[in-house]
């Protein structure tokens, strides 16, 4: 299973990884981790004449923590995220969710921007910024711009990234105060892509009751699902059973799972419901040990 | 861009040159130019682990790369583990005298993951699902598992008596 | 743990009649220990040498262009774009072939014996494969063009640019389709698409149903699964003009069977084709294929070697497929839960071509008894031809199925009479007081099956003993409080192992003094090269240490067989064994010049020769082996061939039964129908265990597949034979997740059928698992009857299963 013949390019600079873009339009292809690209190019079902190796551009570098709010570059590794001191207490869903992506090895290589702007619907990392108030930086020939995750997925491995931009970029808030957050999939086995996933986040306030709530679905539509009728359900609510309960049966209307080897709709919309309702128990569990 | 040009890794502390082109993958530029054939392909879509090199102390699937991605890095495969002398790794030791391999195709895979493991103060070794989900991203065919998991441990047991 | 107990006091009547003049079996000393196996070290290092590490110079590479029709004419093949590429040296089809190579040669003319054929009188249809396809595809990666460049990257750059035109069929989606009266038959001179057929009847079982105080009949089957060892099939061939030579170097089980099929299907003498098998990783079964001979015929050809190797999309799709079995079973039974009789048709869908015949599905009606006193009994079976891959065997080869359909039966027949499986399975159970038990049919080599001495009925305690399973119920009780679903499965299984109809091997000792053992069989994991050490070490005299073990070398032996089936540690071991003992006896004959003492004072212990009682008087075997050397000043004894060396041939009389049972602990997400594997115990017998340690590491592995088979393996085709599991994010192999911690115990019940005691124990692990685990969920999910009658078995087809149950248990 060999790749189909391709020039390639390592840009050392992202002005001139932006160039390159320019300059070959459909033939070229940006490279990060690789783990999601390489496979297609092994099986042949893509095949770039430029590849554009992003991986020593020191703009793309970089992770760090300015006070809430989680600045990675786009280049930076799953496993850099998932190491960092303290993620489970500061923000479990995020940790959670990027230590379920693949395993290890795949989590050493592969990047937040790569994951982001491949678009799986059945990948963390989109979801993840629709619950975290996520936004990514674009850079194209015409300069920079800053993109909402609310309006950065489109549709099945499709972003609203120009072809000629490169993602630079990816930003989290996270979240202060009486907050509990959580991340749960269910893959046939471990490491595997999810066949449903949910993430929850509640933070509650002084009487206890629910003040936001953040739930978030993938492998369920076209791609990754801020469940707004599930948030509507939680806000002001006594967190429990019931509430969740309610809140995961919310989803219905805006999920829209296909059938695939792995799971028919039924089964995804079924298994969806029951991932939120756990999750949710999940969050709340973890912000009463915090209290 | 596209023609061949001269590689140079380095491996196992080495440097080491060899001509391909970009499309090449590490592990078949590791295997096929350079002769280590410690490495090895089970799947080529970078499930299996059985390619599973040291890129700067990290595991990656070698599959997954290209050669020339790999220059400026520090490399280390299977034929590295052992010591100048032939003394066998911590892993490697413990692979053995656990019986955590049969054909051994998948090995190679294995002992450079645990080896990453190991360096990483084995975290978790006592917990049997945190540790058997740390070694999922190995596949093997020929021995359930069982005694790779108690050769995991030995190897961790005597890193952690040799450090003390 | 392990028992050994005075069962079965009859000697078995297969068990040979001792040869007075045949040396006395050693004790075992060295044989029975779990010493640590000499082919780890190059294993461990990276120095193994697989066919894709060897290099030769002036290779060169090939890949296969491969049907991606499931049923199709091949109406035009046009390769002049691919010939015409830069570094192309080659492009053959069919057409090429033609005029010089033979028929693809078909397994089945030497995997059915004679006396089965008498016996049994199957319907067999000859149909050879092609070894490229000839105006039509029949499966899915089925070969169709073969490319040779000077590397992989560039042969599969040709390959794109082969223009192949197919024209569909309509497509044969399974057996029962196959069987209808329109369907599309695959192979017109054939008359239908049933390959092949056998009804083999035991007892008066429509008498028996006939009186029978109740009966159940129930549909069960088993999915297709892939083989899948961790290294794919590679071939690398060399061809010497001058001398009109051939080496192959195969990744291949069976390298003196690959001698014949490139003997007879090239025309070249077999002394001058020589097979090697080097390093390899994992088999699990599988056979003989075209690229087998296909790249040896690139080699002669072209006169540069050819290497091959498999991707693994390839193996998915093509090497080889297994399982996939349909029973309609009956079982008549009384109240008491004890089955009277058995009635089974199955069919097999065989895929588009079935070498194989009826190994698989003979052994599937040969062990459907299981452990089970079952004296009337029915099995009808027909291998359906369908537009799949071609099924081979596979660990297991038909006892899963079967396994799975008996065990079901228990669990159903106990459902209906509200008793506890495990208490209908001790009802069933051969007694040992009745061993050695006759089954009442022929095994596949022709011989009645007469089962080994045993204890089944105190394996089945050990199990339960070692998985604790008493504490486990009340476990299951508190757990239900609390809602969690959580249960205990078992099953059980016999298996025929060391099949014939013989393995070799060379014992040689050198005139450094040290040992080396040639042998037919050719190990890929199974520890061949430690434990062959061992008996060679026991029964000549010398250390483990001293031996070096080499298989799967045409040059080294002239006749072997291969290793597959459970067989090499029984063939090749009482080869080893007999050869050493022997060999033994000719050193001492030689040391007794040498030390001009009679030979029957003599002792060879740790590779010394010493005069009893007097160990001063000794000598090296190195010593021993300058004196056996030809020539003037050889000190041989009268009428003795000079060197030290015996070959021995060992032909089994039939095979052994060894067995096993096996119980799991479940729990089951009523929620999501996820199953979670808790732990695993089996209770093994193989007679004597070479190396308990990788006796133990078979059993753990044998598990691990069948785990896959359970719950996680599936080779998927559409309604329109497209293939649906061509990746391994697909088709999913079980991790260390997925696999339980699996504890070990064991039985052991010496086989009287070798000297030495062996029985096989490679496939054993694999057998019972689907069973355990299907009967497993269904207790944890009790009293909801939930009825499992398929695996493998996914947590959407479990959760379906919940919803229906709980429906019907609504309805109620």
């Known amino acids: 299973m060999k790749p189909a013949p391709f020039d390639y390019a390592a840009p050392r600079t992202l002005e001139e990884a932006v160039a390159l873009l320019a300059e070959h339009g459909d033939e070229a292809k940006v490279i990060a981790g690789g783990q999601s690209l390489v496979p297609l190019l092994a099986f042949r079902l893509a095949a770039p004449g430029l590849l554009v190796d992003l991986n020593r551009v020191p703009e793309l570098a970089g992770l760090r923590l300015e006070g809430d709010t989680l600045v990675a570059g786009a280049i930076t590794r799953h496993r850099d995220v998932e190491s960092l001191p303290g993620l489970t207490e500061r923000c479990a869903m995020l940790a959670d969710g990027v230590s379920v992506i693949g395993h290890v090895a795949i989590r050493n290589r592969g990047t937040v921007g790569g994951s982001v702007a491949h678009a799986d619907p059945a990948a963390e990392w989109p979801s993840l910024l629709l619950a975290l108030d996520g936004e990514v930086e674009a850079r194209g020939p015409a300069g920079t711009r800053t993109i909402a995750a609310a309006d950065l997925f489109e549709t099945y491995f499709t972003t609203t990234l120009r072809p000629d931009e490169i993602l630079t970029q990816v930003r989290l808030r996270l979240p202060n105060g009486r907050v509990g957050s959580a991340y749960l999939e269910l893959a046939r086995r471990h490491g595997d892509f999810a066949i449903a996933g949910a993430g929850a986040l509640l933070r509650l306030d002084g009487g206890g009751r629910i003040d936001d709530a953040r739930v978030v679905l993938i492998g369920v539509a076209d791609r990754a699902v801020r469940s707004n009728a599930a948030e509507g359900v939680l806000r002001g609510a006594e967190p429990g059973p019931e509430a969740f309960a ?36 999940r969050a709340l569990e973890r912000v009463r040990r915090e209290a | 861009m596209g023609g061949e040009r001269e590689i140079t890794l380095r491996v196992n502390g080495r440097e080491l040159s060899g001509v391909a082109e970009p499309r090449m993958t590490l592990a078949d530029f590791l295997r096929d130019v350079l002769g280590l054939t410690g490495t090895h392909l089970g799947c080529e879509h970078g499930v299996c682990g059985a390619c599973t090199i040291l890129l700067d102390g990290r595991s990656v699937r070698s599959c997954l790369m290209f050669a020339v991605q790999a220059e400026g890095h520090e490399l280390v495969t299977v034929e590295g583990l052992e010591g100048p002398d032939g003394t066998l790794s911590p892993a490697q030791e413990a692979f053995s005298a656990n019986h955590a391999l049969q054909c051994g195709f998948c090995t190679p895979g294995f002992l450079m993951a645990v080896t990453e493991y190991l360096a990483e103060g084995a975290p978790d070794v006592d917990d049997e699902e945190a540790l058997r989900a740390r070694l999922s991203g190995n596949i093997c065919r020929c021995t359930g598992y069982q005694n790779i998991v108690k050769a995991v441990r030995a190897a961790a047991a005597d890193v952690r008596g040799g450090a003390a | 743990m392990s028992s050994t107990g005075p069962v079965g006091q009859a000697t078995h009547p297969y068990a040979p009649v001792r040869d007075p003049d045949e040396p006395e079996v050693v004790p075992p000393r060295h044989v029975g220990r779990p010493l640590r196996r000499t082919e780890d070290q190059r294993l461990i290092t990276g120095r193994a040498r697989h066919v894709g590490d060897l290099r030769v110079p002036g290779m060169v590479h090939a890949a296969i ?18 010939l015409a590429m830069d570094g192309v040296l080659a492009v053959v089809t069919a057409a090429e072939l033609e005029g010089k190579m033979g028929p693809f040669l078909e397994a089945a003319r030497t995997e059915i014996s004679t006396l089965l054929k008498e016996k049994v009188r199957p319907t067999l249809k000859s149909c050879p494969m092609p070894v490229l396809a000839q105006g039509r595809v029949f499966w899915i990666g089925q070969p169709v063009a073969a490319v040779v460049a000077r590397d992989r990257y560039v042969a599969e750059d040709a390959l794109e640019r082969i223009e192949v035109e197919y024209e569909p069929l309509p497509v044969v989606a399974g057996p029962e389709a196959a069987l209808e009266p329109d369907a599309p038959v695959l192979h017109p001179e054939l008359g239908d698409n049933v390959q092949t057929t056998f009804t083999v009847s035991v007892g008066d079982p429509d008498g028996v149903f006939a009186s029978a105080p109740r ?43 690959v001698r014949t099929f490139v003997s007879e299907m090239l025309g070249m003498p077999a002394d001058a084709i020589r097979v090697i098998g080097p390093d390899m990783g994992g088999s699990f079964g599988t056979g003989m294929f075209p ?34 079995q349909l029973h309609d079973v009956e079982a008549a039974f009384d109240d008491e839960g004890r089955v009277l009789a058995i009635r089974d048709r199955f069919l097999v869908d065989a895929g588009a071509y079935n070498a194989y015949a009826i190994t698989v599905s003979y052994n599937s009606a040969a062990h459907l008894r299981n452990q089970f006193g079952i004296d009337h009994y029915r ?58 038990y006759a089954m009442g049919m022929p095994y596949r080599d022709g011989v009645d099956i007469v089962y080994d001495r045993a204890d089944f009925p105190d394996q089945l305690e050990k199990a339960l003993e070692l998985f604790g399973a008493e504490a486990f119920r009340r476990e299951q009780e508190e757990a239900r409080a609390r809602d969690r679903r959580i249960g205990l499965g078992v099953s059980s299984y016999v298996e025929g192992s060391g099949y014939g109809p013989h393995e070799g091997a060379v014992v040689r000792i050198d005139t450094t003094g040290h040992v080396t053992v040639h042998t037919g069989a050719r190990p ?94 000794s000598v090296a075997l190195a010593e021993v082996a300058h004196a056996a050397q030809p020539g003037p000043r050889a000190k041989l004894p009268e009428g003795m061939e000079p060197g030290l060396e015996v070959t021995h041939y060992y032909v089994p009389p039939t095979v052994t039964f060894a067995s096993g049972t096996h119980v799991v602990g479940v729990e089951v997400d009523e929620e999501t129908g996820f199953v979670k594997l808790l732990r695993y115990v089996t209770v093994d017998e193989c007679g004597q265990m070479l190396n308990p340690m990788i006796v133990e590491g078979q059993i753990h592995g044998g598990v691990a597949h069948g785990v896959g088979n359970a719950l996680f393996e599936e080779v998927a085709y559409d309604a329109e034979g497209q293939l649906l599991t061509g990746t391994y994010m697909d088709y999913l192999m079980p991790t260390a997740a997925e696999v339980p911690p699996i504890a070990v115990g064991h039985q052991v019940f010496p086989s009287e059928l070798n000297p030495f005691g062996i029985k096989g124990c490679g496939e054993g692990g694999a057998v019972s698992p689907p069973a355990a685990i299907a009967n497993a969920i269904v207790d944890a999910l009790a009293p909801l009857p939930v009825r499992i009658d398929r695996v493998p078995l996914s947590p959407e087809r479990l959760l379906r299963l919940i919803v229906e149950a709980k429906a019907s248990a609504g309805a109620a």
């Open chain 3, 379 to 436: 099995v009808e079976s027909l291998s359906v031809l369908t537009n799949k891959a071609p099924v081979t065997p596979v660990r297991g080869a038909g006892r899963p199925e079967v396994t799975f359909v008996m065990d079901r039966l228990v669990g159903l027949i106990a459902a209906e009479l509200g008793l506890d499986p495990i208490e209908v399975r001790r009802r069933n159970l051969i007694r040992p007081e009745q061993m050695p």
């Open chain 3, 215 to 257: 009966m159940l009949r129930a549909r069960l089957s088993m999915g297709r699964i892939a083989a899948n060892a961790m290294e794919t099939r590679g071939v690398l061939a060399a061809y010497d003009a001058g001398r009109g030579e051939l080496t192959v170097w195969d990744a291949n089980a069976r390298p003196h069977l």
């Open chain 1, 246 to 281: 309610e809140a995961a049966e919310a989803i219905d209307g805006e999920i829209d799972p296909v059938s695939d080897l792995h799971g028919s709709a039924e089964y995804r919309r079924i298994v969806a419901t029951v991932l939120v309702r756990r999750a949710l128990a």
């Open chain 3, 524 to 617: 890929h994991g199974q520890g061949l090269e430690t434990t062959l050490a061992q008996i060679c070490a026991d029964q000549l005299g010398v250390r483990p240490e001293d031996v070096t073990v080499r298989g799967g070398d045409t040059a080294t032996i002239a006749h072997g067989i291969g290793t597959f089936a459970s067989r090499s540690a029984v063939t090749a071991g009482s080869a080893v064994g007999i050869a050493a003992q022997r060999l033994r006896r000719k050193v001492l004959a030689v040391a007794g010049e040498v030390l001009e003492t009679d030979p029957a004072d003599l002792e060879l212990v740790e590779g010394r020769v010493a005069a009893r009682g007097t160990p001063e008087r």
């Open chain 3, 291 to 324: 690229e087998d001979v296909l790249i040896p015929f690139l080699a002669r050809e072209l006169g540069v070697p050819v290497k091959w190797l498999e991707d693994r999309r390839e193996n998915l799709a093509n090497t080889r497929h297994a399982r996939d």
């Open chain 3, 65 to 82: 262009l491969r049907s991606t029709f499931p049923h199709a004419e091949l109406t035009r093949i046009d390769t002049s774009g691919a």
